[in-house]
């Protein structure tokens, strides 16, 4: 059974950066597609990045040039950086996983989830 563990959360002031990890066991990460979500209370899920099996990657309108994904297949991890973070991004942030060979943004598409890490942005 795949699980996913996010780590790295946190309060963070507006401007600044945090490198969260999303730690993927019981399968290795290289075959599967992840996608990072967030979530804040009262409003739907949404796809902030996702990186596929094969490296492709996709970005939300609203964290590109700020955000990142990348994989780090020797740690089994998928690692996003969230720079010039702002009061707008505070959420939980959730790390899900697919074994399907596209690059997906729909929740619906993603079969294993985390049970997420919050990011708090004061300003």
């Known amino acids: 059974q795949v699980q996913l563990v996010e780590s790295g959360g946190g309060l963070v002031q507006a401007g600044g950066s945090l490198r969260v990890s999303c730690e993927v066991s019981g399968g290795t990460v290289s075959s599967y597609a992840v996608g990072w979500f967030r979530q804040v209370p009262g409003k739907e899920r949404e796809v902030v990045s996702a990186?596929?099996?094969?490296?492709?990657?996709h970005y939300a309108n609203s964290v590109k040039g700020r955000f990142t994904i990348s994989r780090d297949n020797a740690k089994n991890t998928v690692n996003p950086q969230m720079n010039i973070l702002q009061s707008e991004d505070t959420a939980t942030y959730y790390c899900?996983?697919?074994?399907?060979?596209?690059?997906?943004?729909?929740?619906?598409?993603?079969?294993?989830w985390g049970r997420g890490t919050q990011v708090t942005v004061s300003s």
């Open positions: 990186i596929s099996w094969n490296g492709y990657v």
């Open positions: 899900a996983a697919t074994t399907g060979r596209g690059l997906y943004v729909a929740r619906a598409s993603y079969a294993y």
